[in-house]
């Protein structure tokens, strides 16, 4: 049985999963869906009760925690991640840690932007240097604007109260920073892309860049961009046609690639 590891993103943690898990556990797979440090519990009560040392978690605390998870499995696992944990996907599979990938509306690597004005106001908000190490708290506006922007107002509330989570700046931070270094001129295991035609955090632009960025044509490279989905491309109406997409790319997998 293969084992698919599940890695979130920022402003989420595992409860983001849990239908993930569900449909790729029918169909065979060994799931989990681990947390970030300090990302563990219900999102309400993560709201209401920040964990001390959250403002200081960087991209290095998690990529350590993941790694020595995938170390531990008996085969080497297939990984797929949002956002932030998108990037953690081509991190491990830089290292040659994974038998496959999936970034989906990944954070870019080497410091990859996009001109887009929603791009650059988001990623300045979570940023800014003047709040040295505050967290960033996550408000049901900010959730609906930025985050889950294809939402009907009639359920935005329910997906905020049920997944979002605060976060720590320091973790994006890193991610434009020397931690969020990818070796793109490396062969890699097969990845696949993922991207939300409406995504005003990772717009489908600059995964797009990211996906032309990798210059081995050795290696398996596909990119499925969606339209009308936003960055909670995971959990808005809809995510089984994308969970669907992967489980079929991934019966379609060379067998020597898996």
Not at 34 to 53: F, S, T
Not at 54 to 73: N, P, S
Request: charged content about 20%.
């Amino acid at each position: 049985m293969k084992t698919i590891l599940f890695v979130h993103g920022m402003f989420q943690n595992p409860k983001s999963w849990e239908k993930w898990v569900a449909f790729f556990n029918e169909r065979g797979y060994n799931c989990m869906a681990p947390a970030w440090p300090l990302h563990a519990g219900e999102p309400a009560q993560l709201r209401a009760n920040p964990p001390a040392g959250l403002g200081k978690l960087g991209l290095d605390d998690i990529i350590a925690e993941v790694e020595v998870l995938v170390l531990t499995q008996n085969q080497k696992p297939i990984v797929i991640g949002h956002s932030v944990g998108g990037l953690v996907v081509q991190i491990l599979a830089n290292r040659g840690l994974i038998e496959a990938g999936v970034p989906i509306s990944s954070v870019a690597p080497n410091g990859m932007i996009d001109f887009d004005l929603s791009f650059f106001k988001n990623s300045a908000t979570i940023a800014n240097p003047l709040k040295g190490d505050e967290p960033v708290f996550m408000d049901l506006e900010t959730f609906h604007a930025a985050f889950a922007n294809t939402l009907p107002e009639t359920a935005v509330q329910e997906a905020y109260e049920r997944t979002a989570t605060h976060d720590s700046r320091n973790v994006f931070r890193d991610c434009m920073g020397s931690s969020g270094k990818v070796d793109l001129e490396r062969s890699h295991p097969p990845l696949l892309f993922i991207s939300g035609a409406e995504d005003k955090i990772c717009p489908a632009d600059l995964v797009e860049k990211n996906v032309r960025a990798y210059e081995d044509k050795s290696s398996i490279l596909e990119l499925k961009e969606f339209p009308k989905r936003s960055h909670f491309i995971c959990g808005e109406p809809g995510w089984e046609e994308v969970a669907t997409t992967i489980y079929n790319w991934l019966q379609i997998l060379p067998e020597e690639e898996l």
